[in-house]
């Protein structure tokens, strides 16, 4: 309100001028003979009056409504302060118009008793419909302040909720491929023990990376991509020659923001159901390239083809179900992710989202 006085002024005062014209406007059609500045005056002083008593109005009238009284006992406290406050300004009223604006610009006037009863009905029946206006002016700002507050409320109680689903599915994800890592490092060990080690090292770097971005839902392409080759590290050495990697990552894409940890599940899929069941290994090809206004993000391996049933069953798996749900957290209905069995020749699973390039702050930020 504060920072809003002049315009509020400007308001009270041009009421003044408009309704002292049409008033001199009216009298003068009537054949009355009144001084235009005379009532233009006078119905100034009544209106910036009106400016100075229009914010004690707001604080009573929100005292009132926050009392715990009945809706008819505020609506009768309502009346009694509309009353008080009218009365009030109309004895300032008649002070400055018999005192002030009669003087100046009148020569014969009625005595003040006369004056003060004459002008009670018209100046005191507009009066309390100003009054009304401003309560009611009151208690709709109260409302629609609430209304903006439940609004903000439910906007940061949605967000909690979408961060806490995107928690509980990457928490997910995590023991799901440790299980998997531990497990291939076990077997290591009675067969060579040096590459057993050099798989823990690999797991010591990608879990201090891992713990390091913990909170971090969204991260760069450019980070994401880093702990993914820790990961395929790991994979290279377990699969002992067998697994080749290609990354076809488009320079200008790697500052894009993506899903933290959106492409290591999908590389332990091709892995475990595309690479792993050929005696020959075989290769996975990453992609990412940036396509309008989206990013085209693709992983394909060239392993062992799948019968309609794999097929199915796999598209229901945990990574990928994990991939759909997130995906949808983030973007709901602006992304798109597309499974595709590539008629025997391999899999491959393409995810469309909106680009978003990471400014040196933002990137900054992300890695804070």
């Known amino acids: 309100m504060k920072k809003n006085w002049s315009w509020y002024l400007l308001f009270f005062l041009s009421m003044g001028i408009l309704i002292g014209g049409a008033s001199a406007y009216l009298y003068q059609a009537a054949g009355k003979n009144f001084s ?3 009532l233009i005056s006078k119905q100034v002083a009544f209106w910036l009056l009106w400016f100075l008593m229009y914010q004690p109005v707001f604080v009573l009238t929100h005292k009132i409504n ?7 006992l505020q609506l009768g406290l309502h009346i009694l302060n509309g009353l008080i406050t009218v009365f009030i300004h109309y004895i300032f009223c008649f002070l400055i118009w018999y005192y002030v604006v009669m003087p100046t610009f009148r020569d014969n006037y009625a005595k003040p008793l006369p004056y003060f009863l004459v002008n009670i009905p018209d100046t005191m029946g507009l009066s309390f419909i100003i009054y009304g206006a401003i309560v009611l002016a009151r208690y709709v700002s109260n ?5 903006k507050e439940e609004e903000l409320k439910s906007i940061q109680t949605a967000e909690k909720l979408a961060q806490a689903e995107l928690r509980a599915l990457k928490m997910q994800l995590h023991p799901h491929f440790l299980f998997n890592t531990l497990h291939a490092i076990s077997a290591l060990m009675h067969k060579d023990i040096v590459i057993a080690e050099k798989m823990i090292n690999r797991l010591s770097d990608l879990l201090r990376y891992s713990l390091k971005n913990t909170g971090q839902q969204l991260v760069s392409l450019r980070q994401e991509l880093e702990f993914l080759e820790l990961y395929l590290e790991i994979e290279k050495v377990r699969f002992q020659g067998r697994l080749k990697v290609d990354l076809n990552i488009e320079a200008e894409s790697l500052d894009a923001e993506v899903p933290h940890l959106i492409l290591q599940p999908l590389v332990e899929n091709a892995l475990k159901h595309g690479i792993a069941p050929r005696a020959k290994g075989g290769m996975i090809i990453i992609t990412a390239q940036q396509v309008e ?3 085209l993000l693709k992983v ?3 392993g062992k083809s799948m019968t309609a049933t794999h097929f199915a069953h796999l598209k229901e798996g945990i990574g990928l179900e994990n991939t759909r749900l997130r995906l949808h957290q983030l973007y709901e209905n602006k992304h798109q992710l597309q499974i595709d069995n590539c008629q025997g020749k391999g899999f491959e699973v393409s995810i469309n989202i909106p680009l978003k390039i990471l400014q040196v702050n933002e990137y900054q930020s992300v890695n804070s």
Request: proline share 0%.
């Open 293 to 295: 206004e989206m990013l």
């Open 143 to 147: 409302y629609y302040k609430k209304y």
């Open 36 to 38: 235009t500045i005379y």
């Open 66 to 72: 926050q009392t715990r009284f009945s809706k008819k």
């Open 300 to 302: 394909y391996d060239n």
